[in-house]
């Protein structure tokens, strides 16, 4: 386990603010974050590569704040890679186990395997500007992991690749997790990726974590406004909570009364994520606490799904796939009805 104690360091420009975290052992955990946010400095501070101005760095219990990179046992892969330009793909990834002095006969079997785990065998003699990104990142990847770390650290590893070449490698990351039974730490400002990847998350705003937790806790149950439009929760409305029926709260906007099972009192924001909300042509029976008539106002086409914004009193953003939109012949201005579930309303 990763534990990090009030952690604080001051570079000017960028600041680390008393953070305090647990990663557990085997974890996929990834730091979420705008640029500036201080995601890559917590980082390097994890790997070794920074001494804090204050507090404490425990790796399975024990104490390495002061202690170098390479006695931390951690494997780091850089946004650019960072491979030798001069060193082969072989030499490269070699370059960990040369250092310890191993056996070159040992040394070719290790780096041949992962090679081949990596389906860059044919790459061996090449050198790094002969590559292309999604090469480049499977060679730093196998370069990181030939010294069997304990704990592999990733600063935006996806950042520069085409879609097609990152959602691949999604798919690689998932297998290395798997595989070598690591615990992962990654970096990105990118909440498509930590969905698809992450075990936990943490927010970062400014070099504080406002919020740490699961994907599901993140996405549904954002506690704060930072953190609710950072991660695409588009309606996000002011109101007034008080105590309802059946043990719900009802929010009064001002211009709607919306039931949320999340008990609040006072002041609050609320949040429901588009695709929580349904919609009919009619008034149909239905289970949910929240039902309003409205009419749409935009459409926007967003090839696979159809994005639409529905005035009810408030604006209200939800997304259809193109058949539902299709066999319910919607255009703006068109009186339709939405629905939502109590359970689909987040309150902070």
Known sequence: MIKIENLSKDWKKF????ISLEINDNEYFVFLGPSGSGKTMLLELIAGMWSPDSGKVYMNNTNVTYLPPEKRGVGFVYQNYMLFPHKTVFENIAFGLTLRKKEKQQ???EVEELMNLFGISELSDRLPRTLSGGEQQRTALARALIIHPKVLLMDEPLSALDR?????????????HK???????QVTHN???ALQLADRIAILKKGKISQVGTTDEIFRHPKDKFVADFVGSEN???????EGIDGLTIV?????KIESSQKKIGDVHLTIRPEDITLSNENIVTSARNVFKGYIKEIYDLGTIIKLTVDVGEQLI???TRKSFSDLELNIGKEIYIYFKATAVNLF
Do not use: C, S, Y
């Not at 600041?15 to 008393?18: A, F, P």
């Not at 097609?164 to 290395?176: D, P, S, V, Y």
């Not at 070598?180 to 730490?185: E, L, P």
């Open 107 to 109: 040394i070719k079997i």
């Open 318 to 320: 939800l997304v259809l």
């Open 252 to 256: 009064d906007t001002g211009n709607i």
């Open 164 to 176: 097609k070449t990152r959602e691949e490698l999604i798919q690689e990351f998932r297998r290395i």
């Open 191 to 193: 909440f498509d990726e």
């Open 236 to 242: 996000i409305i002011n109101g007034i909570a008080k």
């Open 179 to 185: 595989k070598f039974d690591i615990t992962i730490i």
């Open 15 to 18: 600041k680390i603010d008393n």
